[in-house]
């Protein structure tokens, strides 16, 4: 079992920056690859970032690249997602995601959920 819990989740302005934190607990984290997702009302969760298990790999939508990196900290048990240039529309319930050592970008092949964290970007 992996336990994730999300944290950094806030209301920013238009413009503004967040950074969320995805705590690991459990099993050894540096064997799994992990996903942020997010998903706003009435809307199916939407991939948003993704990292292999060893950080070497990445990979970001294009509604979100440019803007949000993903980086992990295998000592620290801890996946980050720095959030630039933010807009309203990025404004969802963002979850991060586990899976064994394989990185994907579709949010049924990930097997370890976190609580979510909300995050308001007013215009």
């Known amino acids: 079992q992996v336990q994730l819990v999300e944290s950094g989740g806030g209301l920013v302005q238009a413009g503004g920056d967040l950074r969320l934190s995805c705590a690991a607990s459990?099993?050894?984290?540096?064997?799994?690859?992990v996903g942020w997702f997010r998903q706003a009302p009435g809307k199916d969760r939407e991939f948003v970032a993704a990292?292999?298990?060893?950080?070497?790999?990445?990979y970001y939508p294009d509604s979100v690249k440019g803007r949000f990196t993903i980086s992990r900290d295998n000592a620290k048990n801890t996946v980050y997602l720095q959030m630039n240039s933010l807009k309203p529309e990025d404004t969802a319930v963002y979850y991060c995601?586990?899976?064994?050592?394989?990185?994907?970008?579709?949010?049924?092949?990930?097997?370890?959920w976190g609580q979510g964290t909300q995050v308001t970007v007013s215009s």
């Open positions: 990292i292999s298990w060893s950080g070497g790999n990445t």
């Open positions: 995601a586990a899976k064994f050592l394989e990185i994907r970008i579709v949010a049924t092949e990930y097997d370890y």
């Open positions: 459990g099993r050894p984290f540096s064997s799994y690859a």
